[in-house]
């Protein structure tokens, strides 16, 4: 049980570049959250998933896009990077069990040039 | 959304019960109180959340009063390294999970 993984942990982009981050987790959780976290501050949802092919949009969606065709995976892109998306992303993974702990993946430390 | 109100930063000495608490007034009755702290620069850790009772776990305890406007996350015996940023969020399953800006607290020799 390796719990929530992100991929990569640090990734530096020019302005303009595509990516996408990678949460992955492995205890069959329903709903899966992306935040990001500039310095200094608290969390901020980007968007987030209650299960395999539904999205939903967070406080800050725009600049960003996800998919999740399977249940274990949720995917954050950024089409076009700018520097201000240059942050800290956290993947979050939780089960439908109200009693089940909740799980943060370690993540992803990006600069966009 | 409920939002919820935390003091911005607090002190506690080490080995004292650290108690830190939270206003949610406008939470609905579906929605639980969560705790999580965040360490420096890692993911944000679960502490513990319920919906009308108490709870305790092994790292804390949680009160929550009758009306449910309020809570108070209780650290009995606060270390050095419970040093960090504690948010409390209401939270309706399958909904938006918003963490708020909470409190820093800093625990002293």
């Known amino acids: 049980n390796a719990g929530v993984t992100q991929t990569p942990k640090f990734r530096v982009l020019k302005t303009g570049q595509s990516m996408t981050l990678l949460c992955a987790q492995d205890?069959?959780?329903?709903?899966m959250y992306w935040y990001r976290q500039d310095p200094g501050m608290g969390l901020r949802l980007i968007h987030y998933?209650?299960?395999?092919?539904?999205?939903a949009k967070g406080e800050v969606p725009d600049g960003y896009n996800v998919s999740r065709l399977k249940k274990q995976n949720f995917l954050l892109g950024l089409e076009s990077a700018a520097p201000s998306q240059t942050s800290v992303y956290f993947c979050?993974?939780?089960?439908?069990?109200?009693?089940?702990?909740?799980?943060f993946g370690p993540g992803t430390r990006l600069t966009v040039l | 959304d409920a939002k919820t109100t935390q003091p911005p930063s607090m002190d506690c000495a080490e080995g004292r019960a650290a108690n830190l608490p939270c206003n949610h007034s406008?939470?609905?009755?579906?929605?639980?109180v969560y705790w999580y702290r965040q360490i420096h620069s890692q993911g944000p850790q679960y502490i513990i959340h319920?919906?009308?009772n108490n709870e305790t776990n092994e790292m804390a305890s949680l009160i929550i009063t009758e009306d449910r406007k309020s809570s108070t996350l209780i650290l009995p015996h606060a270390t050095l390294r419970d040093t960090a940023v504690y948010y409390c969020?209401?939270?309706?399953?399958?909904?938006?999970?918003?963490f708020g800006q909470g409190t820093e607290l800093s625990v002293k020799p």
């Open positions: 979050a993974s939780i089960s439908i069990a109200s009693t089940d702990t909740q799980y």
């Open positions: 205890m069959n959780h329903e709903y």
């Open positions: 998933s209650v299960g395999e092919g539904t999205t």
């Open positions: 406008t939470i609905s009755g579906n929605e639980y």
């Open positions: 319920g919906l009308k």
């Open positions: 969020i209401v939270y309706n399953q399958g909904g938006k999970l918003i």
